[in-house]
């Protein structure tokens, strides 16, 4: 019999990876008419809130490690959404923009945020709430690893 403890009932990391996994599939056929992957829509998201990013930058934004980010990145150059270019005042930094294609792509998933409003059993206060304590756990892990 195992320990109480060690119950995957007793976890919190059981839901929340769980919950994780079965949110990012339910992105998948929303995601469909703009041929984009859950991370390849983050990262777009964030290209069309701040605009032109460096990769450090983009990299911080996301959580995201360069050994994640940058193919990622190659597959949105290489199909016209992005481009990458070295900053002219520090050849150092990459500095990722959007195609006016990419930009086009805003508006063909302006509705994927409410589509999977409608998919989440939770009234806007609680998923307030609930963006607080994700943000809170985040924090926790995320301050250790500066």
Not at 35 to 52: H, K, N, R, S, V
Not at 65 to 92: M, Q, V
Not at 113 to 132: F, H, I, K, T
């Amino acid at each position: 019999m195992a320990r109480e403890e060690l119950k995957l009932e007793n976890q919190l990391c059981f839901p929340l990876y769980t919950c994780s996994r079965a949110i990012t599939r339910a992105y998948g056929p929303l995601l469909e008419k703009a041929d984009l992957t859950y991370t390849q829509y983050i990262t777009m998201m964030a290209l069309w809130e701040y605009g032109p990013t460096s990769v450090k930058e983009l990299g911080c934004r996301l959580l995201l490690d360069s050994g994640t980010l940058t193919p990622l990145l190659k597959k949105l150059e290489a199909r016209g959404l992005i481009t990458r270019e070295r900053d002219p005042k520090d050849e150092r930094r990459l500095v990722v923009s959007l195609t006016d294609e990419g930009k086009a792509l805003e508006d063909v998933v302006a509705d994927v945020p409410a589509q999977m409003a409608c998919n989440v059993s939770l009234s806007p206060e609680e998923g307030m709430q609930l963006g607080a304590l994700l943000g809170k756990i985040l924090m926790s892990f995320t301050e250790d690893s500066e």
